[in-house]
């Protein structure tokens, strides 16, 4: 069965205190591994894409990064307003669109 | 980026009643959309899969009989609760894949509470 898990649940950094998220899996066929932020009582924004191993994508303050088994996301110097929750989700397998989501991981910045 | 836009954005409902939330793609046509359940402290779990001009595909345990969903047209899919129940309380989030497959975009969701 497949299966994502992110690690930590939370995290709380200080302001500039750079740390990584990790999402390891466990899927038959990766078609694709997404990386979301989500604020409070809002949808999913979409970060990232990665489809192979190897494979690293920069955004800002953020960076990811894929393996066969995981896929980290990095925050370097993190701001207050970097707070969120981060979700994984992955595809696999011949049916498009059927995103499996990890747990998440909440981050918070204090100044 | 895509812009997916949801309609309410929350609604307090009675028990017994139904309510319908729309999904809109605004500035691309998606013949695909997708329906998530988000409960408190918990990641979104798909409920079901929105095909324009042929019949929704429903995960595992999702009644469809309770959960009616109509994709109308290439831009706008609604999901109908019937007969809501409290347990139908969450935050129902749709999303569309875009125009290059390249991830799936999501709306800013639907906060239903059931009396």
């Known amino acids: 069965e497949d299966q994502v898990t992110q690690s930590p649940e939370a995290l709380r950094l200080q302001e500039g205190e750079s740390s990584s998220l990790n999402c390891s899996y466990t899927v038959s066929g990766l078609r694709g591994l997404f990386w979301y932020r989500q604020d409070p009582g809002k949808g999913p924004e979409f970060l990232f894409t990665l489809y192979s191993a190897g494979e690293e994508k920069e955004k800002e303050r953020l960076k990811a990064t894929l393996t066969k088994k995981e896929s980290f996301l990095h925050i370097t110097a993190p701001k207050p307003e970097d707070s969120a929750t981060y979700l994984c989700a992955v595809q696999a397998g011949v049916r498009w669109g059927k995103l499996q989501f990890g747990a998440g991981t909440q981050v918070v910045v204090t100044p | 980026g895509a812009v997916v836009s949801q309609h309410p954005s929350w609604v307090i409902c009675k028990s017994g009643t139904s309510v319908k939330i729309e999904c809109r793609s605004l500035?691309?046509?998606?013949?695909?959309m997708f329906w998530y359940r988000q409960f408190p402290k918990q990641s979104l779990m798909l409920m079901a899969t929105s095909n324009e001009g042929s019949k929704a595909t429903y995960e595992q345990g999702v009644e469809k009989d309770k959960f009616l969903i109509n994709h109308a047209s290439l831009t706008l899919s609604t999901l109908t609760v019937t007969s809501a129940h409290p347990e139908d309380s969450s935050f129902y989030i749709c999303?569309?894949?875009?125009?290059?497959?390249?991830?799936?975009?999501f709306g800013p969701g639907t906060r239903l509470l059931v009396l």
């Open positions: 999303s569309a894949p875009g125009a290059f497959q390249e991830t799936q975009y």
């Open positions: 500035d691309f046509q998606a013949t695909t």
